[in-house]
């Protein structure tokens, strides 16, 4: 009797302890969040480092820098210091930890404030609100970096550095500088005086810039709406480009097209190659210029009343006073110069 008794008593806690646990999931229960302020300089510089999941950037026009996002199970902490001008926010992930380890961050900081972010396993997005019209940069610099992940950025900056192993890249605002550089992704970039961009395996696309120099060794090139100078470089791909005004261009290829138009310059110099594939270039009517075209294996036409004759693939003539110098050369393909 005694013992029904006593099991009784026991099976009772058993049953009014369970409902307490199984309330809660366990992976909610380990999970955890962060929302944390702290007063700034607002011209300071604030650092981002994250190991796995995301981070986002707003601006907006307090002194203060505010950070808030869930945390993943083996998520230790964030570090959030301020000192000398500069704020600090670190992501640290338990010892030997190899999986849960993503933190979700959005960080609010002044919008004239300097941001260096790095990223492991994460995207990087900077969201910097649309200001009126501008005489000077807002910010001084910022620079995004993730290993494994994209990276999107929408600012205004004097100084833009941008850089993915793993993942596409794109910016667009205003720079008076842009660095942009992926191993194996797209690049987009739109809104920088001086733009210097690079992939291994991606297309790139810059659009908005005085001077491009752009590089790929597997992907298309496009830049459009370019101002004076250019200088564009592909392995394995197509080159396409749009000027204001021709100033310094360059643009080759060893297997695909290159296509470019635009006006030339005063004194203006245009090369252009490819070994496989064909060259299109179209100026307007009152282009002044020596031409100089060579293909080994294709054919040259012009809109302006000039051809090659014969068996002689090569073409040299002048338009206008002769200022301006083309230099067009193919292995195995067409080249044609046309008139807008």
Request: hydrophobic residues 40%.
């Amino acid at each position: 009797m005694k013992r029904k008794v006593l099991w009784g008593i026991l099976l009772l806690a058993v049953l009014a302890v369970v409902p307490v646990h199984t309330a809660i999931p366990a992976a909610a229960a380990a999970e955890k969040s962060v929302d944390e302020t702290r007063a700034v300089k607002p011209d300071g510089v604030v650092q981002i480092s994250n190991v796995a999941g995301s981070v986002r950037v707003v601006s907006w026009e307090k002194p203060e820098v505010h950070v808030s996002g869930e945390l993943e199970v083996n998520v230790e902490r964030v570090d959030f210091e301020v000192r000398d001008g500069r704020t600090s926010i670190r992501v640290v992930v338990r010892e030997h930890a190899h999986k849960n380890t993503s933190a979700y961050l959005t960080v609010s900081a002044p919008a004239v404030s300097s941001l260096e972010v790095d990223a492991v396993s994460a995207s990087v997005n900077v969201e910097d609100a649309s200001p009126p019209e501008l005489e000077r940069p807002i910010r001084q610099s910022v620079y995004a970096r993730s290993v494994s992940g994209e990276v999107e950025v929408n600012t205004w900056a004097s100084t833009v550095e941008l850089k993915s192993v793993s993942g596409g890249v794109s910016f667009s605002g205003a720079a008076e500088t842009l660095d942009a550089e992926s191993t194996s992704g797209d690049i987009q970039c739109a809104g920088a005086h001086s733009a210097d961009v690079r992939t291994i395996s991606g297309d790139i696309e810059v659009a908005n810039a005085d001077s491009v120099r752009a590089k790929s060794t597997s992907g298309d090139l496009t830049a459009s709406n370019i101002g004076r100078d250019a200088e564009a470089s592909s392995i394995s791909g197509d080159v396409e480009m749009t000027l204001a005004s021709m100033n310094k261009v360059s643009a080759r290829t060893v297997s695909g097209d290159v296509t470019m138009e635009g006006a030339l310059a005063p004194a203006g110099r245009v090369t252009a190659g490819t070994q496989s594939g064909g060259v299109t270039v179209s100026f307007p009517l009152d282009v002044s210029a020596e031409f100089e075209i060579n293909t080994i294996s294709g054919q040259v036409r012009t809109g302006f009343g000039f051809k090659s004759e014969g068996i002689n693939r090569s073409l040299n003539f002048a338009l206008g006073t002769g200022d301006g110098y083309v230099r067009i050369s193919t292995t195995s393909g067409d080249v044609s110069i046309n008139k807008l």
